[in-house]
Every structure is written in structure tokens, then in C-alpha cells.
């Protein structure tokens, strides 16, 4: 088991002191690739990352420290791209993703993995966004939407351990489902997106479906474009939002777009950006008891760039009838390789009025109110000391393992890093930083320490 320690300090390039973070900014947590992530629905301070390689990152603490988990061979080449937590035993995890054969399922947190769900004939069974989810009032029963062929829905009613084969989507519908969703206020009530650009309604717990119209009275938006996610506002269910991903260049005029539902998913209808792709939407209550909502863009790695999607964010605060583009992120080169810039999940915490989002780079969050954390350095071994424009970090707990240090940007933009000698101090130049935010990692690429500095002039 590796462990992922995070510290906050905080630096003034003139002198030192301690200075909140703005409030309502998004705040770079850990700089891995997360492709989907899951707040603990009992405990809003357990949460997961879904990675590459069969690996996910755990924190038990609202992201101060972090655990990796493996849930098979690290030389696969998968990403855990849909999870899902029991609501009656939060120590079951279900995980499913891209390139996996199946669901597998933890009975203690995450530590250790077996196979639930296998095709008889060994086949793939891709899981992507969210594809695995569980019923919002009926605890032990799970709802799975298999992405690859043949596209079979999937329930369990024990928690996970036994899966039955309810229902098949007829390839003249569509060849792959991305997502399912569960209207909240309903215990039969639910909702298919698929390829083709499509929204499937069942009003008999998933045996039977049937398209619903989804742009201007079409059942279609395009061949083109696929539904990756779809949400309903708990207050009222009878509102409810679904992104469109557009995965051709060949078809992106009148293509992807935010859609929105006033009947409870009889029927939808784009309302904002169209011709551009997106992948994550979620919408939270804040404390004050408004609804926020965000969209994240996406684009395909292997599309021209001329599909619109990819570092897009746009926030709604009006219940989708404007919205507001943020975070213009220049991100560089993520764990694999790549320099695309999708968002892969926003996930809405309820009780903690915070708002999660999962991208190429890193895990973000964005609170209510942002300010300083006391009990932050506890127990994590890592001291900083501020002198003529530098950083000196001193660990009194220092690992033979621990390799390097990385400078980032809250945008994940890595500016600079160097090495680690066993139990040395390191000097970190801030003459040419400007002011604001700063991630600071330390350790090893499966060990390491996260340092949040604050620079200001």
C-alpha cells in the first residue's frame, strides 16, 4: 500500500504569512490522471479516483492524504472510468472502465478485488462514465450499462455480488450505451445515452425501452454523437440535464450541446452549446440553497482538433438559461503522455457543498468557502522556511524512495522540479513565480507528498 500525504504552508515572496485561498476557486488537489471519481455517500470525506493501469487513488480525509489501490495487473493498459459505492455498506465498491472484462468489487474499501460480473465467453465489457450506479432509494440494488457488444443492462439486488442480464438494446438503437441514470424521486424510472445521439426511457425498472425525442422532436441528434451523462435536480426530478459528445469531425454542425428535460425525460431539448462536445455535467445545491451547474468539454484523442470540447468549462447558475465559460486551463502533457484536455467527471458533494472534477491531469475541487486549514500539516514530516526569493523544505521523515519534486500551476502546469537526496533539504527558487497558488509534489510517481503554496507579491 502506498501512501499520498498532502501538506498546505504558505509563502509570501516578501515575508511570511498565512493567506486564505479566494473564495470559489477551483483548488488542484492531486495532479494524476483521474477519469471518474466517487464521494462516499456516508462519509463525505472518503473519496476515490478512478486511473489508469487498474489503479485508483483513495482519501480518507477530503483529499489531505491519499492511498493508491491496485486492482489487477499494473501492465494493462484499462482505465477505471465508472464506480459506484453500496449506501448500506460504504465498504463495497463496484469499479467497471475502458478495456476491463467486467465489474470488479471490494468489500473493504478498495484494498482488495474480485471479479463480479464476467462474460461467459470472455469477452470485453467496457464500462465507461457512469455506467455502474446505484439505486437512489433501494440500497443493495445496482444497475450496470455494458458499452460493449452486446449492449446488455445488467442488475444486482445483493450488493453487487450477483448479477442477472435484464434487458438488450437492439443494435438498429445503438451499438454502445455510455451511461444509465435513475430518476431519484422514482424506483422504475430510468435512462439510457447512446451512441447515435440518443436517450432511452424505461418505465419498468430497465426490462424494456424505448427512445424519447431529444432535439426539436427528433430521437436523434446525430449518428455522430453519443450521451455520456444525464442527471435530474433532486428538488425536482422533473428537471433534469444531458451532455452530448460529438466523436467524428465529419458531423459537428447542429452536433453535441447541453440538453435539458422539464417533464421528467419525456422529452429533451438542446439549450446551450451547440456544435461543442462534452463528457461530465453535474449540478450541486450550495449552502445557501441555489443549484450551480457544470458542463466539462471533451474531445476524442484520435478527432482533429477541430472538434470543439476539450479545456472547455462553463458553469450555469441560473438553471441553464445562461452560462459562463471558466478556467481556461493550459495543461501540458498528462501521465500517459497525452496533451489532450478533457473532463472526464464533475461529482456534486451534497453535504460538504463542494463540487469535484475529474480530468486528464488531475483531481480539482471547488468550494463554497476556501480558507486555511490548520490541522494541515500534521503528521506529515514536511517543513518549508522562507529566505532571498526561495523555499527550503526540510522532511523529517524522509524515504529512501522519494525521487523528486515538481513544481505545478493550479492548472496542473508543471514549471519546474528536481531531484531528492535521502534526508537533504531542497531549495525551491520563487523569484519568478507569480502570485497565487502552487502545487508542490514530492516522493516517487507511486509515493509521494503534495505541498499547496501560496505566493503572493
Keep these: 500500500m502506498k501512501m499520498v500525504r498532502s501538506l498546505a504552508f504558505y509563502l509570501v515572496v516578501v515575508c511570511v504569512l498565512f493567506s486564505p485561498l479566494q473564495s470559489q476557486s477551483w483548488k488542484l488537489l492531486i495532479p494524476v490522471r483521474a477519469v471518474t471519481m466517487q464521494v462516499n455517500p456516508k462519509d463525505a470525506n472518503k473519496l476515490y479516483i478512478g486511473h489508469e493501469n487498474n489503479q485508483m487513488y483513495r482519501s480518507n480525509d477530503a483529499g489531505k492524504t491519499w492511498d493508491r489501490l491496485v486492482l489487477g495487473s499494473l501492465f494493462t493498459f484499462n482505465s477505471v472510468t465508472s464506480l459506484t459505492i453500496s449506501a448500506t455498506d460504504t465498504a463495497v465498491i463496484l469499479a467497471g472502465g475502458y478495456a476491463f472484462y467486467g465489474i470488479k468489487r471490494s468489500t473493504n474499501g478498495g484494498e482488495d478485488w474480485s471479479q463480479a460480473l464476467k462474460d461467459p465467453n470472455d469477452l470485453q465489457m467496457w464500462y465507461v462514465s457512469d455506467a455502474i450506479v446505484r439505486h437512489p432509494s433501494i440500497g443493495d440494488v445496482f444497475y450496470a450499462a455494458r458499452f460493449t457488444f452486446p449492449v446488455n443492462i445488467y442488475k444486482s439486488v445483493d450488493n453487487g455480488v450477483t448479477w442477472d442480464s435484464i434487458s438488450n438494446i437492439s443494435g438498429t438503437v445503438s451499438s454502445r450505451i455510455c451511461t444509465i441514470s435513475i430518476r431519484p424521486d422514482s424506483t422504475n424510472i430510468l435512462f439510457l445515452g447512446v451512441l447515435g445521439g440518443r436517450i432511452l426511457r424505461s418505465d419498468d425498472s430497465g426490462h424494456t425501452w424505448a427512445t424519447v425525442p431529444v432535439l426539436r422532436g427528433k430521437h436523434s441528434i446525430n449518428e455522430g454523437s453519443e450521451i455520456p451523462k444525464i442527471i435530474f435536480d433532486h428538488k425536482n426530478p422533473q428537471i433534469g440535464y444531458a451532455i452530448v459528445a460529438i466523436n467524428t469531425e465529419s458531423s459537428i454542425a447542429d452536433n453535441g450541446g447541453i440538453l435539458k428535460t422539464v417533464d421528467g425525460g419525456r422529452s429533451w431539448d438542446r439549450i446551450a452549446a451547440s456544435d461543442t462536445s462534452f463528457w461530465a455535467i453535474d449540478m450541486w445545491r450550495r449552502a445557501d440553497g441555489s443549484n450551480e451547474i457544470f458542463a466539462g468539454g471533451f474531445r476524442t484523442s484520435n478527432l482533429d482538433p477541430i472538434v470543439k470540447g476539450d479545456s472547455l468549462i462553463y458553469r450555469s447558475t441560473d438553471d441553464g438559461q ?114 497565487g497558488a502552487y502545487l508542490l509534489v514530492w516522493g516517487s510517481d507511486s509515493h509521494f507528498r503534495t505541498i499547496s503554496v501560496y505566493v503572493q507579491r
Design 322 to 435: 445562461t452560462w459562463r465559460r471558466i478556467l481556461g486551463t493550459p495543461w501540458q502533457e498528462n501521465s500517459t503522455g497525452d496533451t489532450i484536455r478533457n473532463i472526464w467527471m464533475f461529482r456534486a458533494d451534497s453535504v460538504g457543498h463542494k463540487m469535484y472534477m475529474a480530468t486528464e491531469v488531475g483531481l480539482y475541487v471547488f468550494e463554497d468557502i476556501t480558507g486555511v486549514d490548520d490541522g494541515a500539516t500534521e503528521g506529515t514530516g514536511l517543513y518549508a522556511s522562507y529566505a532571498s526569493g526561495e523555499v527550503t523544505i526540510t522532511d523529517m521523515m524522509p524515504d529512501a524512495n522519494d525521487a523528486y519534486w515538481r513544481l505545478y500551476t493550479m492548472n496542473a502546469q508543471k514549471i519546474s522540479e528536481g531531484k531528492i537526496s535521502y534526508g537533504q533539504p531542497v531549495h525551491v527558487n520563487t523569484g519568478q513565480l507569480a502570485s
